[in-house]
């Protein structure tokens, strides 16, 4: 399985600021993803992180609000810029493993951002 | 629409008791369907994948079945432990790491 590391692991943002959250995996992947989980609800996919090239944003998601860095096959970072309150969840690093007899997820930690 | 609905919402059992979570799914095309297990305010952990010809699949104490046909999915914990008390969410997917659709979890509560 993959070890995902993510930093911060918590902080408390002030309102129109951003923070930049960055994800570390201890071997190279093809694929990283950003998650977001707003208190109570289920994950939400905020876009796949690609190397070399512009990350791709689901809907709802913008690259002025997230925008991503993928320098390598073991690095990427999120940033959540101007930050609201709206904005107070868990960010979470993901990226595909093979387990068993299929593929699966592996989720970082999580960042848990409360924006005040 | 893809939809995931689990069942119950939230469940308390009793240390040492059994427990099976329910998923219903209506994702179309349907690929595979993971369980999760999440601790408060941490990431998901995954328990087992099962592809759409597979009926059952165990890790540990944990049993998930399928049946696609029906597209229900459930999650048998067998001897719970305090350690079990987490959120537990139901993840089919219709092929590719960005089709997964997650449900909202049940959130399981294991008392002494």
């Known amino acids: 399985s993959a070890v995902i590391s993510q930093k911060p692991s918590r902080d408390i943002c002030q309102r129109g600021t951003s923070l930049t959250i960055q994800c570390q995996v201890d071997s190279q992947v093809t694929m990283m993803f950003w998650y977001r989980q707003q208190p109570g609800q289920s994950l939400t996919l905020i876009a796949t992180a690609n190397q070399g090239s512009e990350a791709t944003y689901e809907s709802g998601f913008v690259i002025d609000k997230f925008p991503i860095s993928r320098p390598n096959l073991t690095f990427s970072t999120l940033t959540v810029s101007n930050m609201s309150p709206e904005d107070s969840s868990i960010y979470l690093c993901?990226?595909?493993?093979?387990?068993?007899?299929?593929?699966?997820?592996?989720f970082g930690e999580g960042s848990w951002l409360t924006v005040v | 629409k893809n939809q995931v609905e689990q069942s119950p919402q939230s469940l308390i059992i009793l240390e040492g008791k059994n427990c099976t979570l329910q998923c219903n799914y209506t994702v179309s095309p349907f690929s595979n369907l993971r369980w999760y297990k999440q601790d408060t305010g941490r990431g998901p952990v995954s328990l087992t994948i099962?592809?759409?010809?597979?009926n059952t699949k165990s890790n540990g104490r944990y049993t998930a079945t399928l049946d696609a046909d029906t597209k229900q999915s459930s999650l048998h914990i067998t001897a719970s432990q305090l350690s079990d008390s987490a959120s537990y969410i139901c993840?089919?997917?219709?092929?590719?790491?960005?089709?997964?659709?997650f449900g909202a979890g049940t959130r399981l509560a294991v008392h002494p």
């Open positions: 099962m592809t759409f010809s597979e």
């Open positions: 993901s990226v595909e493993g093979v387990v068993d007899s299929g593929n699966t997820i592996y």
């Open positions: 993840v089919p997917d219709s092929g590719g790491y960005n089709k997964l659709i």
